[in-house]
């Protein structure tokens, strides 16, 4: 889960940690003219909620953390990984080949407080995330989709989060969850997991992310991409799209 501040840069978070593969061709999205949009396909974490780096920032300061240390540890796992030395346990974490508990002790013992003393891992990814808050003007935004007749669906590379589940009958007319299938983004076999749920191609989709490199891994199976920075420039072109009642 990237920030520009508390984690590694963007890329570092959302590529396969020991394969590096010659990108595709980028595939140009679909216009306007190829045909309506019928199913608006959407990130969690940063997009229905806050943003990320703020709920990192609220746990390492509740928990006492040495920023320069988690920052350290982030960049490390990340390196190892594609050296080849070693995997990432963020995406092990992501895919589900990581349980919570053990991501949580693993990422527990490689930090510390200000003062040098252990963190508890128990319960760490709850505190991590405690702060995130639902962004209602974009939960409002796919109820509209939905009552202009387009279809919904969830795309999310989990961190073991608790999600409003509550809220997924009403809002989803597909979940597709990372540690749930195997699989994460950006590896294009989850979109298409996601498009066989929709029963729809990659043109007649629109896929919101927080992060560059999801939506360039969209785009290459002609999905529509918008790149999420605020409520107000995706709705906005989510209208521009005539998706919202």
């Known amino acids: 889960m990237p920030d520009q501040t508390t984690l590694p840069e963007e890329p570092t978070l959302s590529e396969e940690p020991t394969q590096r593969q010659e990108p595709s061709p980028r595939a140009e999205p679909a216009s306007a003219a190829d045909g309506a949009v019928k199913a608006v396909i959407t ?9 990320l780096n703020d709920a990192i920032d609220v746990w390492l300061a509740a ?3 040495d920023v320069q240390r988690y920052k350290d540890v982030m960049r490390a796992w990340v390196k190892q990984a594609y050296d080849g030395t070693g995997t990432n346990p963020i995406h092990g974490l992501e895919d589900g080949s990581l349980s919570v508990e053990e991501f949580e002790r693993l990422l527990a013992s490689e930090l510390r407080t200000v ?5 508890e891992h128990t319960g760490l990814i709850s505190r ?3 702060a995130f808050s639902p962004v209602e003007p974009m939960y409002d935004a796919l109820r509209a989709a939905r009552a202009a007749g387009t279809r919904t669906a ?3 590379n989990s961190w073991g989060n608790d999600y409003p ?3 997924f009958d009403c809002l989803f007319d597909a979940v597709v969850i990372s540690s749930r299938v195997g699989l994460r983004k950006p590896d294009e076999r989850i979109f298409r997991h996601a498009l066989d749920l929709l029963g729809l191609d990659g043109a007649e989709c629109v896929f919101i992310d927080d992060i ?3 939506i360039r891994a969209a785009e290459r199976l002609g999905i529509r991409g918008i790149h999420h920075t605020s409520p107000d420039t995706t709705i906005a072109e989510l209208r521009a799209l005539n998706l919202l009642a």
């Not at 990130?43 to 943003?51: A, Q």
């Not at 003062?115 to 963190?119: N, Y």
């Open 43 to 51: 990130d969690w974490g940063g997009v229905l909620t806050s943003p």
């Open 63 to 65: 928990d006492r953390i």
């Open 115 to 119: 003062d040098g003393g252990p963190v």
């Open 128 to 130: 991590m995330f405690g």
């Open 154 to 156: 969830l795309l999310s």
């Open 165 to 167: 589940h509550h809220l």
């Open 212 to 214: 560059e490199h999801n």
